[in-house]
Nanobody, 123 residues
Framework: VQLQASGGGLVQAGGSLRLACVLS????????MGWFRQAPGKEREFVAA????????NYADSVKGRFIISRDNANNAMYLQMNSLNPEDTAVYYC?????????????????WGQGTLVTVSS
């Protein structure tokens, strides 16, 4: 299984970005999927997760109401729409796949990880 994240970049505060994650090697529907992020000098933290058929989503409190996670199983892709970005959202964003049916919120729960995409929000 390989995960490829993309869509990061530089954006001004208040702006939006859409991240994408493509899974290859298996069908996306085999996994719950998650987004995590890691800012410089900080631990990797949970952002959002979605169950295999998108019936369940979980969000970190810090992004609720601003970020939306979605998935397109037919195209083996997952997305993170990020709105109202602020400088505290600056981080490398990672997508991850979890065999569990429940979208979990901890780093050790995930079996496969992408390489990360950098999001920088300027003030």
């Amino acid at each position: 299984v390989q995960l490829q994240a993309s869509g990061g970049g530089l954006v001004q505060a208040g702006g939006s970005l859409r991240l994408a994650c493509v899974l290859s090697g298996r069908k996306l529907i085999s996994y719950s999927m998650g987004w995590f992020r890691q800012a410089p000098g900080k631990e990797r933290e949970f952002v959002a997760a979605v169950s295999k058929t998108a019936h369940i989503t979980n969000y970190a409190d810090s992004v609720k109401g601003r970020f939306i996670i979605s998935r397109d199983n037919a195209n083996n892709a997952m997305y993170l729409q990020m709105n109202s970005l602020n400088p505290e959202d600056t981080a490398v964003y990672y997508c991850a796949a979890d065999r569990s049916a429940v979208p979990r919120m901890t780093v050790p729960a995930y079996d496969f990880w992408g390489q990360g995409t950098l999001v920088t929000v300027s003030s």
